[in-house]
């Protein structure tokens, strides 16, 4: 069974940085894409960043040049670097990956930025 826990969120100040983790257990991983959704209050969830097995990204135009998404292939770790927070920037960051076909999720940490 496919299980993700995120971890490093948190408070931070408007400018700060944040790293979150997410482990990954019960999956192929390297040959998945994985990635990172949010979803601030009242919004549709969002994709932020994705990685692929071949280790191309991608990101969504707000966070190109601030984040950074990477992987550890042999601990199963996704990565997200959060440079220069925003409060546009608070939301619950939910890791996924694609397994098969089938999308799998996390239960999602809370990133909240102060002006």
């Known amino acids: 069974q496919v299980q993700l826990v995120e971890s490093g969120g948190g408070l931070v100040q408007t400018g700060g940085s944040l790293r979150l983790s997410c482990a990954a257990t019960?999956?192929?991983?390297?040959?998945?894409?994985m990635g990172w959704s949010r979803q601030a209050p009242g919004k549709q969830r969002e994709s932020v960043a994705l990685?692929?097995?071949?280790?191309?990204?991608n990101y969504v135009d707000s966070v190109k040049g601030r984040f950074t998404i990477s992987r550890d292939n042999g601990e199963k770790m996704v990565y997200l670097q959060m440079n220069s927070l925003n409060p546009e920037d608070t939301a619950v960051y939910y890791c996924?990956?694609?397994?098969?076909?089938?999308?799998?999720w996390g239960q999602g940490t809370q990133v909240t930025v102060s002006s």
């Open positions: 019960g999956t192929r991983f390297r040959l998945n894409t």
């Open positions: 996924y990956s694609v397994d098969l076909g089938r999308t799998y």
């Open positions: 990685i692929r097995s071949s280790g191309t990204t």
